[in-house]
Each structure stands twice: as C-alpha cells, then as structure tokens.
C-alpha cells in the first residue's frame, strides 16, 4: 500500500480556520509562547491557547512549521564550512604610497647656496631683508662649524620619489571577497573602523570534531606505569582463601610429640 504524499506547511495551516491560523501566526511572531498567543488573540481563557495546540490538525501545522524553520544538518556543516574557509587575507587589500628618495651630498653645496642666498639678499636691500640674512647667516655659521669638526660631513637631498605597497584591512576587499557574512562586530572609533572576524580556527576544530580528526584518548596503565594486570576474579578469591587457609594451619599448636 502506498503511503499517502505528507503535507506541506503551506497546505496544512490553509485547512485550519481563521482563528485557529491567527494563533498559531501569534505563537510563532511571539517567540513560541501559547500564553502570549492567546493574549494577543483576545482568548479570557489564556488556557485556551494549549487547548488549541492539542488539536490533531494545529499541532501537524506547528510541527510542520517548526520542521521547516529548522536547519537540516548538511547546512548545519556548510554554514560552518564557510566560516572555515575564511582567511585573514580576504579582509585586506594592497595599497600603494610614495616615499621620498635622498641621495648625499657634500655639505660645502649647501653652505654655497646659503651663502648665494644672502647675495641675493643684499641685492634686494640689506634693510629690508635683514631678518632673512640674519637667520640664513646663523645657519651658514652652524654647517661652517660641523663641517670643521667633520671635513667629510654631508647632507641629504631629496631627487625623487619611490613607490612603495603596504597591506590593510579593508571592508571593501571583505565585501568583494565575500566574507562580509564572517564579521561579529564593527565599531567606528577616532582612529576608523574596527571590526572583529568570527574565528576560522573555531569553526575548523568543530569541522574536524564532525570528522572524527581529534578523537581525544587516555592511556590507563597499571602500578608504576606497567600494564594492567587482567586476572580470573575466581582465581582470586581461590588463591586468598589458599592463603587464610595456610596462616590459619600455620597458627595451630604443634601436639605431636605429647
């Protein structure tokens, strides 16, 4: 005989009536609760609620309902899966900045411009320009006296720039990657975005329990590390009664020779 198809959720609440179809859509918006569902369908009796739930055709639609809403094992695995797949790669990108380039060069060039500096000056007017002169004046006197103590001294010149990459996190780069869904948290601080990722080292150890990958064991052994001694539990009661009996022969006088 060919069992009947079961129905679907769908089907079984539209052959509930009205009434009926509203308190179970108030149990299930109301975090399960019969009494909530009764309260909010106007029930005087909240008791009126469980009696509804026994009711052959309202409970295969609660539990249909509740078969639906339950996550089947295998996306139970894929959801975790996903979680550990995720590396910490996926939320940075690679961004390029410039840095400048110096090359060294005699300190003696720099005390000649200054010193063309304080000509040029001069040709303006020595009046005018004489806070100028004097401050490049100071200067020329502090090279002129680290070039004395070190005739060798040099100084640095920008010529240029370099190129350079630095990684960083990145939303943007969590979001093309498609790893946004591994976020716990975001916070804007003074400093920007700070985010914590869901752990993939968890997600991978409860991946590796389902495997069987970590079976935990304990080694048992007998006194002093040695094996464990597996003996007949007859065999030991015989050999403690040899014994009783041996120091009990042991403890009676000797008469012969009375």
């Given at each position: 005989m060919t069992e009947a198809p079961q129905k679907t959720a769908e089907e079984l609440g539209a052959a509930l009536n009205l009434k009926h179809r509203r308190f179970v859509e108030k149990f299930f918006e109301l975090g399960l609760?019969?009494?909530?569902?009764?309260?909010?369908?106007?029930?005087?009796?909240?008791?009126?609620?469980?009696?509804?739930?026994?009711?052959?055709?309202?409970?295969?639609?609660?539990?249909?309902?509740?078969?639906?809403?339950?996550?089947?094992?295998?996306?139970?695995?894929?959801?975790?899966?996903?979680?550990?797949?995720?590396?910490?790669?996926?939320?940075?990108?690679?961004?390029?900045?410039?840095?400048?380039?110096?090359?060294?060069?005699?300190?003696n060039l720099k005390i000649a411009g200054l010193e063309r500096q304080i000509a040029q000056f001069r040709g303006l007017g020595p009046e005018k320009f004489k806070s100028h002169i004097e401050r490049l004046e100071r200067s020329v006197l502090t090279l002129e006296a680290d070039l004395i103590e070190n005739p060798d001294a040099t100084y640095d010149v920008q010529v240029g720039t370099q190129v350079k990459k630095r990684v960083v996190p990145s939303l943007e780069a969590a979001q093309e990657n498609g790893v946004l869904f591994a976020l716990e948290s975001i916070e804007q601080t003074q400093h920007g975005l700070k985010w914590k990722r869901a752990s993939s080292l968890d997600a991978l150890t409860l991946v590796g329990k389902h495997h069987r990958l970590f079976v935990e064991r304990q080694e048992v052994s007998g006194p002093n590390g040695g094996p464990i001694e597996v003996?007949?539990?007859?065999?030991?009661?015989?050999?403690?009664?040899?014994?009783?009996?041996?120091?009990?022969?042991?403890?009676?006088p000797d008469h012969g020779d009375e």
């Open positions: 609760s019969v009494t909530a569902a009764a309260k909010a369908c106007d029930y005087k009796n909240p008791s009126e609620g469980s009696r509804i739930c026994r009711r052959p055709e309202v409970a295969a639609y609660i539990q249909a309902r509740l078969t639906e809403a339950c996550m089947p094992a295998d996306e139970v695995l894929a959801r975790i899966s996903a979680y550990a797949r995720v590396t910490g790669d996926q939320f940075t990108e690679t961004q390029e900045y410039e840095v400048p380039v110096y090359e060294k060069r005699p300190l003996t007949d539990a007859k065999q030991r009661l015989a050999e403690r009664l040899a014994a009783l009996a041996l120091r009990a022969r042991a403890a009676e």
